[in-house]
């Protein structure tokens, strides 16, 4: 019983992990995004879903 219990906690914190990691990565890869559109005199206009998995940036 507590090797089931033990495997359920590593599984649990490895996919919270990489969940975590995943938001993390999303998130810096829309700020490089809104950068460039700065670094390129323009505006960025920015539509972001839940966490920044859905998003996108135009440069206007």
């Known amino acids: 019983m507590r090797i089931k219990r033990k495997r359920f ?3 649990f914190f490895t996919i ?4 975590v990691v995943a938001i ?3 998130y810096k890869s ?3 995004a809104k950068n460039a559109c700065i670094d390129n005199n323009k505006t ?3 539509e972001q879903g839940f966490l920044a998995f859905n998003w996108s940036v ?3």
């Open 24 to 26: 993390i990565l999303n």
């Open 30 to 32: 829309l700020e490089y």
């Open 9 to 11: 906690f590593v599984a």
């Open 44 to 46: 960025p206009k920015i």
């Open 58 to 60: 135009s440069c206007e």
């Open 16 to 19: 919270l992990s990489f969940l």
